[in-house]
Each structure stands twice: as structure tokens, then as C-alpha cells.
């Protein structure tokens, strides 16, 4: 859209001004921390700005990471997200 310009130019401006001034959304989670850091990378490298979130409750030895990115980039990366796992089931078949 008109807004891809802004986004590329402002990527580096978007990580110093965190969560609060903008809404954030779940596009992946996995209990496993590498594998919500590769996509948190794979999101990244396309251009959407994405964090880890971690839901791990101190008192429980089990929890799971989540993949957030802007709400309104999350049709985009919900795109990217399940491409890279389609992909993931293909190669181990």
C-alpha cells in the first residue's frame, strides 16, 4: 500500500518506540524459544517488525513464546508465518 515507504524508512525508528504506541498482535507462538526467535528473524527480514513476548509463568517449568507484530501488518504476516511452516512440513517429507 501508500504506507510501504514509511515503513521501510522507519524500521529502525519502530524499535525505540516499543509496544505502547502501537497495537500488537499474536501472529505465532511455540513452546519452544528458537523457533519463535527464527520467525520473530523471518518476519523481521520482510520487512514487518516483530518481537518476542514470553508467557512463561515463573512457577511452572512449562510456558510457550509468542511472535507479536502491529496489528495492522497482521494479514501480512500471518502470510509469512504459515508459508514458512507449509514449507517447513514440505522439506521434512
Known amino acids: 500500500g501508500p504506507d510501504q515507504a514509511q515503513v521501510k524508512n522507519g ?8 509496544p505502547q504506541t502501537m ?6 507462538s511455540s513452546p519452544q524459544q528458537h523457533l519463535t526467535a527464527l ?10 517488525e516483530a518481537v518476542i513476548v514470553s508467557k512463561r509463568e515463573s512457577m511452572y517449568p512449562i510456558g510457550f513464546y509468542e511472535a507479536h507484530v502491529p496489528a495492522c ?16 512440513i514440505l ?3
Do not use: C, F, Q
Open 11 to 18: 524500521t529502525h525508528k519502530l524499535k525505540l518506540l516499543l
Open 39 to 48: 520467525m520473530v528473524d523471518l518476519l523481521v527480514n520482510n520487512g514487518i
Open 73 to 88: 501488518k497482521l494479514k501480512e504476516a500471518t502470510a509469512i508465518v504459515e508459508a514458512a511452516i507449509n514449507e517447513a
Open 23 to 28: 497495537t500488537w498482535t499474536r501472529v505465532y
Open 91 to 93: 522439506d521434512k517429507s
